[in-house]
Protein backbone atom coordinates (compact mmCIF):
# COMPACT_ATOMS: atom_id res chain seq x y z
CA UNK A 1 0.00 0.00 0.00
CA UNK A 2 1.66 3.18 -0.94
CA UNK A 3 -0.76 5.57 1.24
CA UNK A 4 -1.34 7.92 -1.83
CA UNK A 5 -4.97 9.42 -1.51
CA UNK A 6 -7.77 9.19 -4.64
CA UNK A 7 -11.55 10.96 -4.54
CA UNK A 8 -13.94 10.90 -7.21
CA UNK A 9 -17.42 12.43 -7.13
CA UNK A 10 -19.52 15.35 -8.44
CA UNK A 11 -19.18 18.05 -5.21
CA UNK A 12 -18.57 22.19 -5.07
CA UNK A 13 -14.60 21.48 -4.24
CA UNK A 14 -14.01 19.52 -7.55
CA UNK A 15 -15.78 17.44 -9.85
CA UNK A 16 -13.97 13.91 -10.75
CA UNK A 17 -15.62 11.50 -12.68
CA UNK A 18 -12.71 8.94 -12.10
CA UNK A 19 -10.19 8.57 -9.47
CA UNK A 20 -8.15 11.94 -8.80
CA UNK A 21 -4.83 11.64 -6.54
CA UNK A 22 -5.08 14.21 -4.38
CA UNK A 23 -1.52 16.00 -3.41
CA UNK A 24 -0.10 17.81 -1.40
CA UNK A 25 0.00 15.85 2.06
CA UNK A 26 3.71 15.11 2.23
CA UNK A 27 3.30 11.80 4.18
CA UNK A 28 1.55 8.74 3.66
CA UNK A 29 -2.07 9.17 4.06
CA UNK A 30 -3.70 6.92 7.19
CA UNK A 31 -6.97 7.92 7.00
CA UNK A 32 -9.48 9.60 5.60
CA UNK A 33 -12.56 11.50 6.93
CA UNK A 34 -15.24 13.32 3.98
CA UNK A 35 -18.63 15.24 4.71
CA UNK A 36 -20.28 16.52 2.62
CA UNK A 37 -18.37 19.41 2.47
CA UNK A 38 -15.24 19.27 3.88
CA UNK A 39 -12.53 16.41 4.09
CA UNK A 40 -9.60 15.86 7.07
CA UNK A 41 -6.87 13.18 6.10
CA UNK A 42 -4.39 11.69 8.98
CA UNK A 43 -0.77 11.25 7.66
CA UNK A 44 1.23 8.35 9.13
CA UNK A 45 2.76 11.41 11.08
CA UNK A 46 -0.11 12.12 12.71
CA UNK A 47 -0.41 15.43 10.75
CA UNK A 48 -3.76 16.34 10.26
CA UNK A 49 -4.70 17.66 6.46
CA UNK A 50 -8.28 19.32 6.21
CA UNK A 51 -9.70 21.35 2.82
CA UNK A 52 -13.03 22.16 1.51
CA UNK A 53 -16.03 24.84 3.08
CA UNK A 54 -14.88 26.68 5.70
CA UNK A 55 -18.13 28.97 6.04
CA UNK A 56 -18.82 27.96 9.89
CA UNK A 57 -15.05 27.24 10.59
CA UNK A 58 -15.36 23.41 10.09
CA UNK A 59 -11.66 23.42 9.12
CA UNK A 60 -10.64 24.54 12.65
CA UNK A 61 -8.34 26.89 10.88
CA UNK A 62 -9.13 29.87 13.19
CA UNK A 63 -10.91 31.68 9.84
CA UNK A 64 -13.63 31.26 7.68
CA UNK A 65 -11.52 30.72 4.55
CA UNK A 66 -12.18 27.96 2.38
CA UNK A 67 -9.52 25.94 1.15
CA UNK A 68 -9.36 24.47 -2.03
CA UNK A 69 -6.00 22.50 -1.45
CA UNK A 70 -4.84 20.13 1.74
CA UNK A 71 -4.08 22.19 4.61
CA UNK A 72 -1.98 21.16 7.58
CA UNK A 73 -4.01 21.50 11.04
CA UNK A 74 -0.84 22.14 13.23
CA UNK A 75 -3.00 22.79 16.03
CA UNK A 76 -3.49 19.17 16.39
CA UNK A 77 -0.20 17.95 16.09
CA UNK A 78 1.00 17.93 19.62
CA UNK A 79 -1.65 16.66 21.10
CA UNK A 80 -1.30 12.79 20.16
CA UNK A 81 -3.92 12.22 17.65
CA UNK A 82 -4.53 8.82 16.55
CA UNK A 83 -8.14 8.81 14.83
CA UNK A 84 -9.96 11.58 12.74
CA UNK A 85 -14.05 12.25 12.23
CA UNK A 86 -15.76 14.57 10.18
CA UNK A 87 -19.42 15.19 10.78
CA UNK A 88 -21.67 17.24 8.90
Sequence with gaps: MTGDLYIWGIGR?????????????????????I??????????????WVWGSNEKGELGLGDYTTRTAPFPLVGLQEKGINSIVVGH
Design 13 to 33: FGEYASPYRISGIPGRATECS
Design 35 to 48: SKSHICVMDEAAMA
